[in-house]
């Protein structure tokens, strides 16, 4: 990567690293994990957007991240209904 390149890219290459670490860290805290969870740097190196591989994962993962999404969905929901539940 060119010099140029190497500083214009560098918010990205840090967003890019703490959205991984960030995800990482949320899904051990509930138990769940995504083995392959990875930046592609190759890819950013080439085009400058840094992109998350979320890669492979077994069943019971998927389905363990696929429930905490569904309760943090519904948990979001309720917070945006009305108090009086109209």
């Not at 670490?21 to 890819?43: I, M, Q």
């Not at 943090?72 to 917070?79: D, I």
């Amino acid at each position: 990567m060119g010099a140029i390149l190497d500083r214009a890219t560098a918010d990205q290459r840090r967003e890019a690293a703490h959205a991984a670490a960030d995800l990482t860290a949320v899904l051990t805290l509930a138990g769940a994990k995504l083995p392959s969870l990875e930046v592609d740097w190759d890819f950013g190196r080439r085009t400058g957007c840094y992109l998350i591989s979320l890669g492979a994962a077994r069943p019971d993962q998927i389905e363990r991240i696929t429930d905490l999404l569904r309760k943090g969905l519904r948990h979001e929901q309720a917070r945006q209904q009305p108090a009086d539940g109209h």
